[in-house]
């Protein structure tokens, strides 16, 4: 049974940091392009970053772009999202997800399987 799983989630004050974690099960995790997305009560679920099977390749949300990073390691099963300068509008609950496309994407219906997300809140 595939499992992601989300954490590192938590209450930060405007203009802090957090590092979120994602553990998967996947038996071949090089093998899947991870992404992160995030979600507010009421609105659509959105892209923030994804990472390619290898991690030479990323790419981000113009709202987040120069402010997080994505990595992942291959070795121990995880990907991860470092969020520097953080603002309220990143309150969310992000989810991590995997992929088979070969670079990650922003679309969610390219994604395989998905985590329970965890609460990211921001406060002002």
């Known amino acids: 049974q595939v499992q992601l799983v989300e954490s590192g989630g938590g209450l930060v004050q405007a203009g802090g940091s957090l590092r979120l974690s994602c553990a998967a099960s996947l038996r071949t995790f090089s093998r899947y392009a991870m992404g992160w997305f995030r979600q507010v009560p009421g609105k659509e679920r959105e892209f923030v970053a994804a990472i390619s099977r290898s991690g030479g390749n990323t790419n981000y949300s113009d709202s987040v772009k120069g402010r997080f990073t994505i990595s992942r390691d291959n070795a121990k099963n995880a990907v991860y999202l470092q969020m520097n300068s953080l603002k309220p509008e990143d309150t969310a609950v992000y989810y991590c997800?995997?992929?088979?496309?070969?670079?990650?994407?922003?679309?969610?219906?390219?994604?395989?399987?998905w985590g329970q997300g965890t609460q990211v809140t921001v406060s002002s």
């Open positions: 997800a995997a992929s088979l496309t070969l670079y990650g994407s922003r679309v969610l219906y390219e994604y395989d399987y």
